[in-house]
């Protein structure tokens, strides 16, 4: 058989290896999109970034906790010793911050901190004399107002922590010798504070007491609850959140009292608990998503068109499929750039259809009818359809994918069951 006669029979079989080559080598501009697309993610999270320290990032807060410095034999050191019945109530309000192009959901927040001194308990701790209370807060700078701390007929204002701040964080309350005999002689035990803060990301609260009552009301609809426990009741909804958390201060990893040097403020915040403020998949995950869906989808045009070719007898020439794939190509890099100004449903539609409108006329041209153009414009308004839904689910996309790549294969053995491969190439 000559070599001629041979590349007939098997003209088929070269191109559909033709189609694969290209498909792969498609994988170089997805990967460079790609690439663009983690740029862009790594400038949003730059804004984030500066919005949240101009703004206030994520925010700790715990319950006031005694500061004590009782000399021991190896010297003086200021110990914490946690209070009693500690209960918090938050309102939570959400906005959006723009730096540029990129939006960053910041809060501001309404706390009330009340609970209980236990006198006799802290006269063991430490001697007649001034009182330090600290208030842990992980980002003074987001304190937008603060009340006087109120402790029974006191109003005591809040100062600059002065006490290893380079190792802890917040504000503290001193009450003096004298404002602490009348106390104990009052028998007057409970505290209430007030602050307005603001932060970003997340609000995590302390569990720095013997018992802990946190119940927050939020109006962001997509909450993470993170940390060390989940909320004991919860509600979300449309308008928000509301979600209750009640600890013992044995569920804490460390006990009521504690050097203060030897526990840096962020190994404390390891067992805070709260919520965070969790972004729906956004614009750039979800380019990002459809980027990694792009081989699939190239790969089912170019089969598209090469099944074309055999049920239609009319072979194509390499040059349209390279043409097409590039127009496949930069359909991920426009819906990233319209992404980054439209809602993404919007982008998608856009993108998607100046895609199939220049698609759609050019294969019906090079294929020779133009029904033909028609129903390869079909196709891929349906497949680009699965995609947005493939890159929309946040939990069912890789069910999804699995599913519709299966149908895919099963609907090109359909068409093509009753083929003559080898007729098509002119064999015998």
Excluded: C
């Excluded at 891929?380 to 294969?409: C, N």
């Amino acid at each position: 058989m000559s070599t001629l006669r041979l590349f007939e029979r098997n003209r088929a079989t070269l191109k559909l290896l033709f189609v694969s080559a290209l498909s792969l080598a498609m994988l170089i501009p997805l990967f460079m999109v790609r690439s663009i697309v983690s740029e862009r993610q790594n400038l949003q999270f730059a804004a984030e970034n500066t919005i949240s320290s101009r703004w206030g990032g994520p925010q700790s807060i715990g319950g006031l906790v005694a500061l004590s410095n009782k000399p021991e034999r190896t010297g003086s050191h200021w110990r914490a010793n946690v209070l009693s019945n500690l209960v918090i109530k938050v309102s939570l309000a959400t906005e959006q911050r723009y730096l540029g192009i990129y939006e960053v959901p910041v809060y501001t927040t309404q706390v009330i901190i009340e609970g209980r001194l236990d006198w006799q308990h802290l006269s063991s701790l430490q001697a007649p004399g001034d009182l330090v209370l600290w208030l842990p807060l992980s980002d003074v700078r987001g304190v937008r107002e603060i009340s006087s701390l109120k402790l029974g007929s006191l109003k005591i204002p809040a100062r600059p922590l002065g006490i290893h701040a380079n190792t802890i964080s917040g504000l503290q309350f001193t009450v003096t010798e004298q404002e602490r005999q009348d106390l104990q002689a009052a028998a007057a035990d409970k505290y209430r504070l007030e602050l307005k803060l603001a932060g970003s990301d997340s609000l995590m609260f302390l569990p720095l007491a013997d018992t802990t009552q946190v119940t927050l009301d939020a109006d962001w609809p997509h909450p993470e609850f993170v940390g060390q426990y989940l909320p004991t009741e919860r509600s979300i909804s449309g308008s928000g959140v509301q979600a209750s958390w009640q600890l013992l201060g044995l569920n804490r990893p460390y006990g009521d009292q504690w050097v203060v040097s030897d526990m840096p403020f962020a190994q404390l915040n390891q067992a805070g608990f709260g919520m965070r403020l969790e972004t729906p998949v956004d614009g750039y995950q979800r380019s990002e998503r459809s980027v990694k869906y792009g081989f699939l989808f190239i790969s089912l045009t170019f089969f598209t068109l090469f099944l074309f070719e055999v049920m239609t007898g009319r072979p194509l020439h390499p040059v349209p499929y390279v043409l097409t794939g590039a127009a496949l190509a930069v359909f991920y890099l426009v819906l990233l750039a319209l992404s980054e100004y439209l809602p993404f449903a919007s982008a998608f539609a856009v993108a998607a259809g100046l895609l199939v409108g220049i698609v759609t006329p050019y294969t019906g041209a090079v294929l020779g009818q133009r029904r033909r153009g028609f129903l390869v414009g079909a196709m891929m308004a349906v497949t680009y359809s699965l995609l947005y839904v493939l890159v929309s689910a946040q939990h069912a996309a890789l069910l999804l994918g699995s599913l519709a790549l299966l149908l895919a294969i099963a609907g090109l053995m359909y068409l093509t069951r009753g083929v003559d491969w080898y007729a098509y190439g002119g064999g015998d």
